[in-house]
């Protein structure tokens, strides 16, 4: 055969396993919209405790031979000039895996930087093909994106990441158990799939950020999300989800799944308390309500912008107004998960249990690209 037409079958082949892998990833849906607040509607625990072994941990931290993966940090983080002027920051860093048949895994990850104090929102975005496959049997996280990396082992983390004007290098300390969400941490999505899911709703952050060439010590604190599993989104949802810390040493974990048309098809209430007990309530008892909305100049996208989150059962009377600290926190992704999201920093005040709280936190809108706000 000649070195031409092998040349020739080489380029062939090559286009043919591009063009398997572009369809492959394109029903993916990826975050922000494959995201840490993607779920499909709740199934008996009992049917899933049946189909799947319960996660172990530290044992599952690390990667996992699944189609999909992601390890999730956002938080807020404060730093002290010389001056004694004190610079606020937002922070996303998130890696996510996906693994297709014998394909090597693809790796992509945004990391962003809501800059409070200058009224700047800065992110980036990575995309690449692993060259070894997926190591089953590893403890702890270790996963690494060129200069990007996260890398931790019972709740004491490590993420280094850096973009034009910023770079992070922050050390992470759990100060609760982990959350294993839906009780147990297994959700299925019926034919969908199913979903292993836990997070570390407040971590300690220390380290250092450096900011247009000035290197500051930071401290702060962070939400850590982990989920995996054999799943593939629903490529014509959205969701709103909402991770909130209060000054009450408390924690809420809420999302709404939206079809096409924006109509809720799911909801999500989680309160954690100030003794890392996770509370459960029934999706009837959330009531949200937007406050303004904020469109795109960039993309032409509106989205809800202010949030009035209620939630009414008799174990906790909360009412709760979440602003945004910047207006503009839209991630633009498409060379690297193919979507466009806003994920940004929120604070938080109102009424918890017949008391004031205060607090930070984040939150996520996909889908209204479809929607169109």
Not at 194 to 215: K, L
């Amino acid at each position: 055969m000649s070195r031409v037409l092998r040349y020739k079958k080489q380029c062939a082949a090559l286009q043919i396993i591009s063009l398997l892998l572009g369809i492959i990833l394109s029903s993916c849906s990826f975050p922000g919209v494959i995201s840490t607040s993607q779920q499909l509607p709740i199934v008996s625990e009992q049917q899933v405790v049946q189909q799947l072994p319960a996660i172990r941990l530290p044992e599952d931290e690390g990667a996992h031979n699944n189609l999909t993966e992601w390890w999730y940090y956002t938080g807020h983080f404060a730093a002290t000039a010389a001056d004694g002027k004190q610079n606020n920051y937002g922070f996303e860093l998130v890696v996510f895996q996906v693994s297709r048949s014998s394909f090597l895994p693809l790796y992509l990850a945004h990391f962003a930087i809501s800059d409070i104090t200058r009224g700047e929102f800065h992110y980036d975005q990575r995309r690449i093909t692993a060259s070894t496959p997926i190591a089953g049997g590893v403890r702890g996280i270790d996963v690494h994106m060129g200069d990007w990396s996260i890398q931790g082992l019972n709740g004491q983390d490590h993420l280094v990441a850096a973009m034009k004007d910023y770079a992070i290098n922050l050390q992470l300390v759990g100060s609760k158990p982990p959350t294993l969400h839906n009780g147990n941490g297994l959700i299925t999505y019926g034919l969908a799939g199913y979903s292993y899911y836990y997070s570390r709703t407040r971590m300690a952050v220390s380290g250092t950020i450096v900011d247009h060439g000035q290197q500051f010590s930071i401290v702060g604190q962070a939400w850590m999300d982990h989920q995996w599993g054999d799943f593939l989104t629903l490529s014509d949802s959205g969701w709103d989800w909402y991770s909130i810390q209060l000054n009450d040493n408390t924690e809420v974990m809420v999302y709404l799944i939206h079809d096409a048309a924006g109509r809720a098809l799911s909801t999500y209430v989680g309160y954690i308390d100030a003794d890392g007990v996770d509370h459960l309530f029934s999706g009837n008892t959330l009531h949200t309500t937007a406050l303004a909305k904020w469109t795109s100049p960039a993309t032409g996208i509106t989205y809800p912008s202010g949030w009035r989150l209620a939630i009414d059962d008799p174990q906790l009377q909360m009412n709760l107004t979440i602003v945004p600290q910047l207006k503009n926190q839209e991630l633009v992704t498409l060379n690297s998960t193919g979507n466009i999201y806003w994920e940004g920093a929120v604070a938080v005040e109102g009424q918890s249990g017949g008391k004031s709280v205060g607090g930070l936190g984040y939150v996520e809108l996909t889908g209204y690209v479809k929607r169109g706000g």
